[in-house]
T-cell receptor
Framework: QQPVQSPQAVILREGEDAVINCSSS?????VHWYRQKHGEAPVFLMI?????EQKGHEKISASFNEKKQQSSLYLTASQLSYSGTYFC?????????FGKGTRLSVIA | NAGVTQTPKFQVLKTGQSMTLQCAQD?????MYWYRQDPGMGLRLIYY???????DKGEVPNGYNVSRLNKREFSLRLESAAPSQTSVYFC?????????????FGSGTRLTVV
């Protein structure tokens, strides 16, 4: 049950904000967020655990709504370096199942 | 630098040839994974090893075999390559299967089967 990410792609100007959503049909245990730049490996950004504990990146925040089975990633005051594809990954103490990704492009 | 090392980085195979992708991590992680990434499909799990001595199938295991050689190394073998196996392959590791501190990925192997 692959999570559904939205939007599929977004273009921002530097300094603008963005929200990326990740929805699941299954109950969530933990949600991971990763960023992948073109031609590179995915890099871990943060994890949200059931119960609300958040671990990870200091400049990007996220929320985890257990009732709605949804997580959202918030990027504020975007920088050129934020460009890339963002993946959410869901785990129920099993290996991560990843969404198809959201391509984010930040332009000057 | 600590992390996950994959070899080779690039490979071209002819249909029917075999090869082994190598992966090693030096973070003392218990769990290791092989994912494949195809355009528009995200990352799909091929096989994983929750701990040394165990391996399990993921979402797309057909045509692949794995070996957890020791705690550090986890290899992926294609016995008879097919064009449908053209993809980018990523190895990853984590402290445990749920990955409380995230997964660390290798730099990937770009495989083309002709």
């Amino acid at each position: 049950q692959q999570p559904v990410q939205s939007p599929q792609a977004v273009i921002l100007r530097e300094g603008e904000d963005a929200v990326i959503n990740c929805s699941s049909s299954k109950a969530l245990y933990s949600v991971h967020w990763y960023r992948q730049k073109h031609g590179e490996a995915p890099v871990f950004l943060m994890i949200l655990l059931k119960g609300g504990e958040q671990k990870g990146h200091e400049k990007i925040s996220a929320s985890f709504n257990e009732k709605k089975q949804q997580s959202s990633l918030y990027l504020t005051a975007s920088q050129l370096s934020y460009s890339g594809t963002y993946f959410c990954g869901l785990s129920g103490n099993t290996p991560l199942v990843f969404g198809k990704g959201t391509r984010l492009s930040v332009i000057a | 630098n600590a992390g996950v090392t994959q070899t080779p980085k690039f490979q071209v195979l002819k249909t029917g040839q075999s090869m082994t992708l190598q992966c090693a991590q030096d973070m003392n992680h218990n769990s290791m994974y092989w994912y494949r990434q195809d355009p528009g499909m995200g990352l799909r799990l091929i096989y994983y090893s929750a701990s040394e001595g165990t391996t399990d199938k993921g979402e797309v295991p057909n045509g692949y075999n794995v070996s957890r050689l020791n705690k550090r190394e986890f290899s992926l073998r294609l016995e008879s390559a097919a064009p449908s196996q053209t993809s980018v392959y990523f190895c990853a590791s984590s402290d445990q299967t749920g990955g409380s501190y995230g997964y660390t990925f290798g730099s990937g192997t770009r495989l083309t089967v002709v």
